[in-house]
């Protein structure tokens, strides 16, 4: 697992797992190894390359596949992922969590979970297996962060409806999307193309973002709601 640079509040990971793929496709070095870099970071690739106008897009090991595959899917979840817990975040920040440096290093796992779903291990060497190894230590972590927050909130005797003010029902938004893509991720561990701590960490992920929800609610003093049958 790679270290983090964290800077309050304004920590944003520009490594991803794009960039993993361009250098397969440009033989062109970005980085040594896995490394989180600020936007003081110059070497920026070209957004766009070209090579996927056929509908087709290359995995880290260099296999074209189609862009329907579910690989891509599952990237492409956990890349909405990302960015439903970046909104959340925002919402976060602006009622002064101090929890949001969780969010900054949560954002830059996934970027890991990316880069080990890209490596499919059927064609995958020894350096790309080495590059993009996932370790079940942000496991633990988010289980320990779980488990501190739990201790503050109330005993949970009923369904809790998406609610309690926006950073809470952003943070119920970015669990659901976290469902998603556990679920297409389960197929490509059970396959055994990519790291089961990969599906381990999503679901974990969707633990902690809904125990994180009901935190936000109640220290924003907002309500939850609760589910009722209707009459």
Request: hydrophobic share 30%; glycine share 8%.
């Given at each position: 697992m790679a270290s983090f640079i964290i800077k309050p509040t304004h920590v944003?990971?520009?490594v991803r797992t794009a960039r993993l793929i361009s250098e397969h496709r440009?033989?062109?070095t970005l980085f040594s190894?896995?490394?989180?870099?600020?936007e003081e970071d110059s070497r920026i690739p070209k957004i766009y390359t070209k090579t996927g106008d056929k509908g087709f897009s290359s995995?880290?090991?260099?296999e074209r596949r189609p862009?329907?595959?579910h690989i891509f899917e599952a990237l492409g979840n956990t890349d909405e992922l990302s960015s439903a817990i970046g909104l959340a975040r925002e919402f976060?920040?602006?009622k002064g969590h101090t929890f949001a440096h969780q969010l900054d290093k949560i954002q830059c796992i996934l970027q890991d979970v990316g880069s080990n779903i890209a490596t499919p291990l059927s064609s995958a060497r020894e350096s790309h297996i080495k590059k993009t190894k996932f370790t079940a230590q942000p496991i633990a972590d988010l289980e320990s962060w779980i488990d501190t927050f739990t201790e503050e909130l109330p005993p949970l005797t009923n369904f809790i409806l998406p609610s309690g003010g926006k950073s809470s029902a952003a943070l119920h938004v970015a669990r659901a999307v976290c469902r998603r893509a556990e679920r297409s991720?389960?197929?490509i561990v059970r396959s055994g193309e990519a790291d089961p701590d990969v599906a381990k960490f999503l679901n974990r992920l969707s633990d902690y973002l809904f125990?994180?929800?009901r935190y936000a609610a109640l220290k924003e003093n907002n309500e939850e709601k609760i589910y009722k049958r209707p009459e």
């Open positions: 944003r990971c520009v440009t033989g062109i190894k896995r490394s989180y870099a600020t995995t880290f090991t260099g862009k329907e595959d976060c920040l602006d991720v389960a197929p125990t994180l929800a």
